[in-house]
Nanobody, 123 residues
């Protein structure tokens, strides 16, 4: 069982940055691949970025590539997403998720989810 809790969301102007953090309560954090996904009202949940158990495989959606950076610290049970050059279309609720499988783009792959943190990019 894994409990996930996101933090770090908020209101930011276009071009600004935010750093999201996901804290996990589990004794075997390193056994899970992790990902960030986001969802806007009326839209399906969208894959943003994923990272495998030992950070050797890192993946980004086309929208995130070049602007976002995912990382994890298995000693502290923390997953982070550094988001730079934010755009209005990045506005969404961001979720961290964990899976015992590979960190693929299909949201159904993930067995554990946090409650999400809202990111709003607006002037």
């Amino acid at each position: 069982q894994v409990q996930l809790m996101e933090s770090g969301g908020g209101l930011v102007q276009p071009g600004g940055s935010l750093r999201l953090t996901c804290s996990a309560s589990t004794s075997d954090f390193g056994s899970y691949s992790l990902a960030w996904l986001r969802q806007s009202p009326g839209k399906e949940r969208e894959y943003v970025s994923g990272i495998d158990r030992v950070s050797s495989g890192i993946y980004y959606s086309p929208a995130a590539k070049g602007r976002f950076t995912i990382s994890r610290d298995n000693t502290k049970n923390i997953l982070t997403l550094q988001m730079n050059n934010l755009k209005s279309e990045d506005t969404a609720k961001y979720f961290c998720a964990a899976t015992v499988l590979a960190p693929v783009t299909n949201a159904r792959t993930y067995q554990y989810w946090g409650q999400g943190t809202q990111v709003t990019v607006s002037t």
